[in-house]
């Protein structure tokens, strides 16, 4: 668990494959919990994202991107990094 008073974080960067232009939507989730939904940018960007409180937990945590063009096929995103923080 996050100490009381803390904000977790989680930063991750990135490019999607755009060869053909389509309308692309990026779900995250941390944990198993839905935390954000969104169509990412054109080009090389980071994301941050404030986590809601007892999303992150001692030891591992997982981290899911998953990006699907308007058909609900999943597309691609070259991930940089993926980085949790706790501030």
Do not use: C, H, K
Request: aromatic content about 12%; overall charge positive.
């Amino acid at each position: 668990r996050v100490p009381a008073g803390w904000q977790a974080s989680l930063a991750f960067a990135g490019i999607p494959d755009m060869r053909e232009r389509r309308n692309l939507s990026m779900a995250v989730s941390v944990n198993g919990r839905a935390v954000a939904s969104f169509v990412p940018f054109y080009g090389w960007r980071e994301y941050r994202l404030l986590l809601p409180p007892g999303t992150v937990r001692a030891g591992r945590n997982e981290v899911r991107l998953d990006m699907t063009d308007t058909a609900g096929a999943p597309w691609r995103f070259a991930v940089v990094y993926v980085r949790l923080d706790l501030d």
